[in-house]
């Protein structure tokens, strides 16, 4: 299972990256939205502790996790929301930090890269979950000789965190706050 730091680091990575070259309008798409989309990231595993709220039920966590919040329907209800508001003038829905569109959308991405990075690097997702059982993933974790296992899941994160701290520093100018 991919650690909950890679799925905070990857969507906050990506989102950042959008934001610095592509959103051309910054008072649009304001930093703190970088920090939602990685939490956003972790959101699907809330399911874990859902688990232990209905494990008196006789459920085993297998049959928990990775299902209700594991498919495209959560990314996609929250894209929705975004779309519908994307023309919207109310101002009740927007404040002067933030538009609500974005935050939808920004959450809609990091539940979607945590899909991704489940069902590519360390296992399966139902997609269509309760529609289907289909699993679907690459489980590339696997390929790996077995003795490396343990350490490839911790290295990713080491790995993300300092690209993502150096991206910063040079990109932001972050050394001059220190």
């Known amino acids: 299972m991919t650690q909950a730091v890679t799925h905070f680091l990857v969507a906050a990575i990506l989102v950042n990256l959008f934001r610095d070259f592509v959103v051309k309008n910054k008072r649009d798409f304001p930093l703190h939205l970088v920090l939602i989309a990685g939490i956003a990231g972790l959101l699907p595993d809330f399911d874990v502790?859902?688990?232990?709220?209905?494990?008196?039920?006789?459920?085993?966590?297998?049959?928990?996790?990775?299902?209700?919040?594991?498919?495209?329907?959560?990314?996609?209800?929250?894209?929705?929301?975004?779309?519908?508001?994307?023309?919207?003038?109310?101002?009740?829905?927007?404040?002067?930090?933030?538009?609500?569109?974005?935050?939808?959308?920004?959450?809609?991405?990091?539940v979607f890269i945590h899909l991704v990075l489940d069902?590519?690097?360390?296992?399966?997702?139902?997609?269509?979950?309760?529609?289907?059982?289909?699993?679907v993933g690459l489980n590339i974790i696997n390929f790996l000789p077995v003795h490396?296992?343990?350490?490839?899941?911790?290295s990713l994160d080491a790995v993300l965190l300092m690209f993502w701290m150096i991206y910063i520093g040079l990109k932001h100018k972050i050394s001059s706050f220190i």
């Not at 296992?123 to 289909?134: A, D, E, V």
């Not at 490396?148 to 911790?154: I, K």
């Open 49 to 110: 502790a859902a688990f232990w709220i209905l494990h008196y039920s006789g459920l085993t966590l297998a049959e928990v996790h990775r299902t209700f919040t594991h498919n495209l329907f959560v990314p996609l209800l929250f894209l929705v929301f975004g779309i519908i508001l994307w023309g919207s003038k109310n101002h009740y829905l927007e404040s002067k930090h933030i538009k609500l569109r974005n935050l939808f959308f920004v959450i809609a991405f990091g």
């Open 119 to 135: 069902a590519t690097v360390s296992g399966l997702i139902m997609p269509f979950y309760p529609l289907s059982t289909l699993a």
């Open 148 to 154: 490396f296992h343990s350490a490839f899941l911790p």
